[in-house]
């Protein structure tokens, strides 16, 4: 019978059932539905990616009806408001760039679906979109009806538990237990021995080694097929194209020999080589998902959080905190958990999640989730979970906030793997031809051996192994990094731009006065619970300076970035700030500083309630630990600017502790830090921030790389690339050299494998390398890199 390909899914169709529509043949109306469905949104370049990538819809009809209790969709959904709701969804069909470019668009399909993003080797797509205009079974029923049905297992959500896939370790086993037994039965053959049963059970020996090589070969090696078949449709060359043509090609001409009486064939060769290299593949996966685990759930961010204790508050890690625990979260506040909002009200900004930056309302026992960010007055919550902290990674490492960033060693690596097959093929074939005419044996040896022993993947896991280990290290000492690339941007800087308050001062230590009027001690009652509600460096220091005193209600509550506190408590009005921020719009009071006071002013707060001026209090701010020593070693390599939202009042103690030539420019309002930050990239400068992460994310963000100080504040900025303990502070320049350091391995690396691969070329054309060592030597390349490239960034991380 005539057989054709159906245009949607590949299958092989009937010439008598086809169905033709469009000039076009499909398998079953499934097939011509999806195909229309696109047709009519205009997405047909769907099937320009791929020859034949979608997948047969399956009749699912009220499959998904358990979609429609609100209970078990809430338990489902990462995310949930009142206009907006995110959930991920695992597709198993995920298999090419057909199937992400459909993805990543079904708000074409159905309007509701505001955007989609594919995570291909999770095979998942994260779904944001309006429950008001399109609901969860719908959005189901979409991707069932165009060939992406998700597996939804309720059980998995509740229990948090996860479907391990162990097919590798199966087909390891089976690979092993042929590979020994063939290896058992071939000793005989290899000492040539002439006993009387050897002569009589030589065939039945060879037969039986050749049954057994049948489950390594088919089954053990399945995958190396799929992955070459899978490449060639969709016109490209991988790895795995050589590999599978060598085993193969092996398999053949030892299936001949035993049929036509020649000799036993290779299979031990053959079985051996497929055991090695799941073997390799094994321990690639291991090690990957060994970085990933560290990444995930040893390197937590420095996010403290406070907690409400009986009697006091207190700074504890984000990740210590437990179901139950009540916080407090200040204005500008990240949410680290979901949980139950206990104050009366509250504004909720949840762009770091949706994108949108309009503050969301919510009243008293409202849900609230992590990710939020609290504005305005403080706040009170009871936490309903505890923190997933690769929830807030995957906040952080959002594309949106991902910075335009060249990445070279990806380019060089995905250059050399686009031409390293062909070459690799030429050359087996060059080889093969040349050796034919000699000895057919070390023809087919050659040829197998030279797919065999060359291998890219030392080559593509160079820059991945050195970076991961790297950002192991550097989490381990407390300098955090948004991903890999981050590392490659800090090698380039030339120039680092600091913020004064926060930065290179401590919150923690200031000697800090009061000048003016006596305050009555309502009046401190009122000062101090203002500044309970903000995160400024400033405030969190006056803060912790005053007495305790009992919690009283903010009625309202604004912070005004770069200016000051404008607050009510009852009938009073509170302003709290800058000498500008306090007498806008007024006229000056007897007992304000004149102008020319102002001039050499140290860092100082001002209080003002009721329009009646108090005074204010000033700081003598103590400067980090180590912070002379730190800026003599960067002057070496980079270029130093100082940048600060106060007046000059601390220039000459500046200029005493930092190198000769720094540049310190004072009364720079955040505006005016993200236009300078500009003007020397526009220099072409590679200009690094370090900022305190609240008054400074313009900067942070403008800049190439922004890095924010912590120091028990929860005031996290996805602007910014890296986040610093404040108590590492002083091994800034140490962390540069180490990025430096991470760059030069890589080149290192490299080069040791491109000579690995020469090496082994030139040894298996000449016909001097066997195929079962080669496919030792394979998985050992990458083990080698691998042990390399952690041995030397562990060694430079040990250097001081």
């Not at 803060?543 to 209600?553: A, R």
């Not at 209090?617 to 980079?638: D, H, I, K, M, S």
């Amino acid at each position: 019978m005539d057989r054709q390909n159906c245009f949607h899914c590949g299958l092989d169709i009937v010439k008598a059932e086809e169905i033709i529509f469009d000039d076009k043949e499909f398998c079953c109306n499934g097939c011509k539905t999806v195909y229309e469905i696109f047709s009519l949104n205009d997405m047909t370049c769907y099937y320009d990616f791929e020859k034949s990538p979608g997948a047969t819809p399956q009749d699912i009809n009220g499959k998904y009806d358990f979609l429609d209790n609100e209970s078990i969709v809430s338990k489902l959904l990462e995310f949930q408001e009142d206009s907006t709701e995110i959930i991920s969804l695992n597709i198993p069909h995920i298999h090419c760039s057909s199937c992400i470019w459909i993805l990543e668009n079904l708000q074409r399909l159905q309007k509701g679906i505001s955007t989609s993003q594919v995570n291909f080797p999770e095979k998942k797509v994260r779904v944001t979109y309006n429950p008001e205009i399109v609901s969860l079974k719908t959005i189901v029923y979409l991707l069932s009806s165009i060939g992406y049905e998700p597996y939804i297992s309720l059980e998995n959500y509740e229990t948090g538990s996860n479907n391990v896939d162990r097919s590798l370790t199966y087909k390891l086993g089976v690979a092993f237990f042929c590979f020994g037994n063939i290896m058992l039965l071939s000793f005989p053959e290899y000492f040539e021995v002439k006993e009387y049963w050897l002569d009589q059970y030589r065939g039945f020996f060879r037969w039986l080694i050749f049954i057994l090589s049948l489950p390594s070969f088919f089954y053990s090696a399945s995958g190396y097929y799929v992955s070459a078949y899978k490449s060639i449709k969709a016109k490209m060359l991988n790895i795995d194209i050589p590999i599978a043509l060598g085993i193969v090609v092996m398999f053949i001409r030892s299936t001949v020999d035993i049929v036509m009486d020649y000799g036993s064939g290779f299979f031990d060769s053959l079985t051996g080589l497929i055991f090695f290299m799941l073997l390799g593949k094994m321990f690639q996966i291991k090690t990957y998902s060994f970085l990933s685990f560290e990444r995930d759930f040893k390197s937590y961010f420095p996010i403290a959080i406070t907690r409400i204790n009986a009697t006091s508050e207190e700074s504890v890690p984000v990740y210590d905190i437990q179901k139950g625990d009540r916080l407090l979260i200040r204005n500008q506040e990240l949410i680290p958990v979901d949980g139950i909002l206990i104050s009366e009200k509250a504004e909720i900004d949840y762009s770091f999640v949706t994108g949108e930056a309009i503050p969301i309302t919510k009243k008293s026992g409202n849900k609230i989730f992590a990710g939020g960010k609290q504005i305005g007055k403080v706040i009170e919550m009871e936490v309903l979970h505890s923190v997933s902290q690769s929830y807030l990674t995957q906040l952080w490492s959002n594309d949106v906030f991902q910075k335009n960033v060249e990445q070279k060693h990806k380019t060089i690596t995905d250059r050399i793997s686009r031409y390293f097959t062909p070459i690799l093929l030429l050359i087996a074939f060059a080889g093969f031809g040349y050796w034919i005419f000699i000895d057919v044996n070390t023809a087919f040896n050659v040829f197998t051996a030279v797919l065999i022993v060359a291998c890219p993947c030392a080559l593509a896991l160079t820059a991945p192994f050195t970076t991961g280990n790297i950002l192991r290290i550097l989490g381990k000492k407390k300098f955090y990094l948004k991903n890999a690339l981050v590392i490659e941007q800090l090698a380039k800087v030339d120039t680092i731009v600091f913020d004064k308050t926060g930065t290179i001062t401590t919150n923690k230590k200031s000697n800090i006065s009061y000048e003016g009027k006596a305050l009555s001690e309502e009046n401190l009652l009122i000062i101090k619970n203002v500044l309970r509600a903000s995160n400024h460096p400033l405030s969190r220091m006056l803060y912790d300076f005053l007495p305790e005193m009992k919690k009283v209600k903010i009625t309202d509550f604004q912070e005004i970035t770069g200016k000051g506190i404008l607050a009510q408590i009852e009938e009073n009005i509170i302003r709290i700030g800058s000498y500008d921020f306090i007498f806008q719009n007024s006229t000056l009071p007897f007992s304000a500083p004149s102008p020319l006071e102002r001039v050499g002013e140290r860092t100082s707060v001002h209080v003002k309630i009721n329009e009646v001026y108090y005074g204010k209090y000033v700081f003598n701010n103590q400067y980090r630990e180590g912070l002379a020593e730190l800026f003599q070693n960067l002057n070496v390599n980079y270029q130093i600017k100082v940048l600060s939202g106060d007046n000059e009042g601390e220039r000459d103690t500046l200029e005493m502790l930092l190198p000769k030539g720094t540049e310190l420019i004072f009364n720079q309002k955040p505006e005016q830090k993200l236009e300078f930050i500009k003007k020397l990239q526009d220099e072409g400068k590679n200009v690094m921030m370090v900022g305190d992460g609240l008054n400074d994310a313009g900067a942070l963000a403008q800049s190439n790389v922004g890095i924010s100080i912590s120091e028990n504040v929860n005031v996290f900025s996805p602007a910014c690339d890296a986040i610093l303990d404040a108590n590492e502070f002083q091994k800034l320049s140490y962390f540069l050299k180490l990025s430096k350091k991470a760059i030069t391995t890589i080149k290192m690396s490299f080069t040791l494998s491109l000579l690995y691969n020469v090496v082994g070329l030139s040894f298996a054309v000449t016909g001097n390398l066997l195929p079962l060592v080669a496919a030792i030597i394979m998985p050992l390349s990458t083990i080698t890199i691998v042990s390399f490239v952690t041995l030397m960034s562990n060694y430079f991380a040990s250097r001081k």
